[in-house]
T-cell receptor
Framework: KQEVTQIPAALSVPEGENLVLNCSFTDSAIYNLQWFRQDPGKGLTSLLLIQSSQREQTSGRLNASLDKSSGRSTLYIAASQPGDSATYLCAVGSRGSGSRLTFGEGTQLTVNP | ETGVTQTPRHLVMGMTNKKSLKCEQHLGHNAMYWYKQSAKKPLELMFVYSLEERVENNSVPSRFSPECPNSSHLFLHLHTLQPEDSALYLC????????????????FGPGTRLTVL
């Protein structure tokens, strides 16, 4: 059974700092990995999708890497802003009809002005 | 409407009530999902529909009954719920390209906040 762990559980940084969020998973036979952002009481916003054959994906100030062999992914946020404050969720997709995502518990990020 | 929409956004119901949650996707996808998000727990996959056929139910109690009448609509019928069923229920959709492979990026709706009294 796939298990996904995110470290740290919470992070507070000053504005402008570069930061790294970590995600680890126990079964390396994944199909893809997706990073999401969730604002309080809201749904999930997809940030980046990395297919199992890829090593990284970039979107603006965000960069996500994937190392399947070690069961790890990182989300790098450059020049953080107060608007980046949210919970960041890592989800690992497994093979099958329809995607089965296994989620971590998330990292709650606060960027202070 | 764009993306994935869910109604109602908030729902309070008694344990003996029957209610339904609705999800609609406007992305042309062929797979839809129900997830449950409880406080202090990771999102849990409840149901998967691919090409309107249920392919996963993840041992969800029978008091939750999904329905997928077409590729754009997904319902979750609720009856005789328990207080511990109070949670945020999220719907998602994706394009399941080949059915034999995992699907691609999932897009989520805003969720329905359910409170069971």
């Amino acid at each position: 059974k796939q298990e996904v762990t995110q470290i740290p559980a919470a992070l507070s940084v000053p504005e402008g700092e570069n930061l790294v969020l970590n995600c680890s998973f126990t079964d390396s036979a994944i199909y893809n990995l997706q990073w999401f952002r969730q604002d309080p009481g809201k749904g999930l916003t997809s940030l980046l999708l990395i297919q199992s054959s890829q090593r990284e994906q970039t979107s603006g100030r965000l960069n996500a890497s994937l190392d399947k062999s070690s069961g790890r992914s990182t989300l790098y946020i450059a020049a953080s802003q107060p608007g980046d404050s949210a919970t960041y969720l890592c989800a690992v997709g497994s093979r099958g009809s329809g995607s089965r995502l296994t989620f971590g518990e998330g990292t709650q990020l606060t960027v202070n002005p | 409407e764009t993306g994935v929409t869910q109604t109602p956004r908030h729902l309070v119901m008694g344990m003996t009530n029957k209610k339904s949650l609705k999800c609609e996707q406007h992305l042309g996808h062929n797979a839809m999902y129900w997830y449950k998000q409880s406080a202090k727990k990771p999102l849990e996959l409840m149901f998967v529909y691919s090409l309107e056929e249920r392919v996963e139910n993840n041992s969800v109690p029978s008091r939750f009954s999904p329905e997928c009448p077409n590729s754009s609509h997904l319902f979750l019928h609720l009856h005789t719920l328990q207080p511990e069923d109070s949670a945020l229920y999220l719907c998602a959709s994706s394009q399941d390209r080949a059915r034999k492979n995992g699907a691609d990026e999932q897009f989520f709706g805003p969720g329905t906040r359910l409170t069971v009294l």
